[in-house]
């Protein structure tokens, strides 16, 4: 066998996330024939720049797909009283079919409150322990975005997965927790790594599969990674000169691969989308549409 440089394909999460719009604003026209309109109300609190360009994002996209939407900019000074009660307001509006809360909070507010108290049917991020629960069981709604994201990029690349290795990098509960399960949901064999993993590089490198979310800067390097492994990165970092990049050193690791996902443009795109079409199902639960 000759051993060589491997050429990778790029995952386009921007042009995947695309089409998957563009079936939902078609699902979309469809219900407002009906008289139905999604509405998606975003709530971001403080000013955290990388939050205010996410929720930019979802507000953008909601136009581009016909969805209502209201943002709800609330100040650093927040108090849990104030914004638990904006909740309870969402939950009991009809034309408001999902709630978001835009994480992380001010330290001084819980986001486990928010995230309880948000209608279940209303929480499009599929963050409540109800949801979470679902999930776990394989009976639910709601996908969570970014690791229902994450499995339309991997199916995209035509690789069957069924019985290959897995390896998540991150145990968050809004990615590397969720992601694992959806992978086992597919007959994939999971192994989950955090930041007390001893031999890191060892487990990374059997990875068929590697997922990468844990936030660090360019940390994946090629020697971490399988042969031909389907590399997919979450993170959303600066590297030294602030420029945006991922957890994944993209310039080493794409000649090993065989796909790999660029930051930006990769899984971000598609995180957006799959909020979108949570929001088309919460319209449709919410108006007895099947
Ligand atoms: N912060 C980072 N990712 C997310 C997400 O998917 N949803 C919310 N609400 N906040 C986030």
């Known amino acids: 066998m000759i051993r060589g ?8 999460g921007k042009a995947i996330s695309k089409k998957v719009k563009s079936q ?27 939050s205010q360009v996410y929720v930019r994002n979802k507000e953008k996209a909601c136009e581009e797909v016909g969805f209502y939407s209201e943002k709800f900019a609330l100040s650093q000074n927040t108090t849990q009283q104030e914004l638990n009660s904006l ?5 009991a509006r009809k034309e408001i079919n999902g709630i978001l809360c835009q994480l992380p909070l001010p330290s001084h507010l819980d986001d486990k409150e928010v995230i ?14 109800v949801n979470v629960g ?20 991997i199916h995209s690349t035509g690789v069957d997965v069924a019985g290959k290795k897995a ?3 991150g145990r968050s509960n809004i990615v590397g927790k969720p992601m694992a399960m959806l992978l086992l949901h597919e007959n994939v064999t999971v192994e989950i790594t955090h930041s007390k993993t001893r031999n890191l590089a060892e487990i990374t490198s059997q990875a068929d599969i590697l997922v990468a979310a844990i936030g660090k800067a360019k940390f ?16 959303m970092d ?53």
């Open 5 to 12: 440089k491997m050429m990778s394909q790029i995952i386009d």
């Open 116 to 129: 309880n108290l948000i209608d279940p049917i209303k929480d499009v991020d599929a963050f409540h322990p």
């Open 87 to 91: 909740i309870k307001e969402l939950n």
């Open 238 to 290: 600066r590297d030294e000169n602030g420029k945006l990049c991922g957890d994944v050193d993209f310039e080493s690791v794409k000649d090993k691969c065989s796909f790999i996902t660029p930051v930006p443009g990769g899984v971000g795109p598609m995180t957006i989308s799959m909020l979108m079409r949570n929001t088309l199902t919460a319209a449709k639960i919410q108006n007895n549409i099947v």
């Open 167 to 169: 390896v998540v990098m």
């Open 24 to 50: 939902i604003a078609e699902e979309t026209a469809v219900l407002k024939a009906k008289g139905v309109t999604p509405g998606l109300a975003v709530i971001i609190v403080g000013d955290d720049p990388a």
């Open 134 to 153: 679902a999930i776990t069981i394989g009976d639910y709604n709601f996908l969570p975005c970014t690791p229902a994201g994450v499995m339309e990029l």
């Open 220 to 235: 994946v390097t090629a020697d971490m990674v399988k042969d031909g492994a389907v590399v997919i990165d979450v993170g």
